[in-house]
């Protein structure tokens, strides 16, 4: 039976404006002005800074829950004890997390999944939009999205969850919650280092939770009241992979007897209808970013290399 509909609508649901899969965080740049001579013309010596981006692709897999390529033909020739400390793991493994890198090639489990999702991905496209520019944004894995230094992007693993339906007790960060409405899981994906060919990608699982309302923050010395959520960062769950371009970091469920957070990202429904989800970010690129002024001297504009 083919669960292509399941998987648009999913990724539908991911990609939908105002609730999109990648909310990219403003990132704070210097600006500087180019001089020009009296032609117009740049100098060599008056170039502006130039920047690197980390360009990746993510895909989000649902399949059934007792499913054993996502069960265990996926995770067989991934890489999970190299990536950090045994404690680290441990710790991870114990909240219900599992990650895994594949290098190079991807197995064909991995491929599978891969293209399923990317088929679901391509069709809820062409349903909602036939531009040039929607195509654009798939790729060989899915949807792309990009990530400066010190920058973040949160990727939604989970949405409007039933909270009614389930042990949230059972979690020390939710227990004592009395507004347990619009329950969501994210993925906040920062970058902390970059080179031409590398990057430290750190996740950070956060749950988003209660109602939308007016909280407040301090942004650039300046008090803020945005609209959004409580948000409940897992800093204890929060872990960090070095990627090289073409690398895919996968983040899936560590099967435990406990209902855990993991469990509550990747499976939270039971039953015989329960679904699995399996989360792949792949580096797909490092670009540059080199800042210039035009002859209206705009500031701040940033040509891609």
């Known amino acids: 039976m083919s669960h292509a509909p399941a998987f648009a609508a999913a990724t539908l649901m991911l990609l939908l404006p105002g609730c999109a899969l990648f909310h990219t965080s403003e990132s704070t740049v210097a600006q500087s002005v180019e001089k020009q001579d009296w032609f117009g013309k740049r100098t060599e010596s008056d170039a502006g800074p130039t920047l690197n981006m980390a360009r990746m692709e993510a895909s989000i897999v649902t399949r059934p829950a007792h499913d054993e390529l996502m069960r265990s033909h996926v995770w067989i020739e991934l890489d999970e004890s190299g990536l950090m ?8 493994n114990q909240n219900g997390f ?3 890198v594949a290098s190079g090639t991807a197995p064909w489990a991995l491929q599978s999944l891969a293209r399923e999702a990317l088929a679901a991905v391509r ?11 929607a195509a654009d944004q798939l790729s060989t894995m899915g949807p792309t999205f990009s990530v400066m230094q010190n920058s973040k992007s949160l990727i939604e693993v989970q949405s409007q969850l039933d909270s009614s339906k389930l042990p949230l007790d059972q979690l020390p960060e939710l227990a004592t919650l009395r507004d347990r409405s619009g329950l969501r899981c994210v993925m906040e994906v920062s970058v902390k280092e970059l080179t031409d060919d590398m990057v430290e990608l750190s996740v950070l699982p956060q749950i988003h939770i209660g109602a939308n309302t007016t909280r407040l ?3 650039s010395n300046t008090e803020q009241l945005p609209v959004r959520q409580n948000i409940i960062p897992l800093y204890g769950q929060q872990f960090s992979v070095r990627l090289h371009i073409g690398d895919i970091v996968v983040l899936g469920q560590h099967r435990s007897e406990t209902w855990n957070a993991g469990r509550l990202f990747f499976e939270p429904d039971s039953g015989s209808s329960a679904t699995e989800r399996l989360m792949m970010i792949r580096l797909a690129g490092v670009d540059q970013l080199k800042g210039q002024i035009d002859s209206t001297f705009r500031l701040g504009a ?4």
């Open 85 to 92: 400390a045994p404690d680290r793991r441990q710790r991870l």
């Open 302 to 305: 940033y040509d891609k290399h």
């Open 123 to 133: 069709s809820t496209e062409g349903q909602a939009s036939q531009s040039t520019a």
């Open 98 to 100: 599992r990650v895994a």
């Open 217 to 219: 923050s301090i942004s």
